[in-house]
């Protein structure tokens, strides 16, 4: 999978746990705290993302992530 595909499926997480964000609002750049997820949305958000990725994460592995790019590149490199 690319990393188009990964931040694809991301961003349908996304979307699916905080349905007051948009498409439009989402950037590699930014926080998953700046589009609102609190610590569980943020959970579920990795988690739906992992599932439908059919990756698995080390949680220390994900404490790494600062924003969406850092997931993308986290899940990317767990497929390989």
């Keep these: 999978m690319t990393k188009d595909e990964i931040y694809i499926t991301i961003k349908k997480a996304i979307i699916e746990v905080l349905p007051l964000v948009t498409e439009q609002d989402i950037s590699p750049d930014k926080q998953l ?20 990725l059919q990756v698995r994460v080390l949680p220390s592995e ?15 490199d767990a497929q390989q």
């Design 62 to 76: 994900l404490a790494k992530a600062k924003n969406i790019q850092s997931l993308i590149d986290i899940f990317f």
């Design 33 to 52: 705290v700046e589009l609102g997820a609190n610590s569980i949305d943020r959970s579920e958000i990795v988690i739906n993302s992992m599932s439908n």
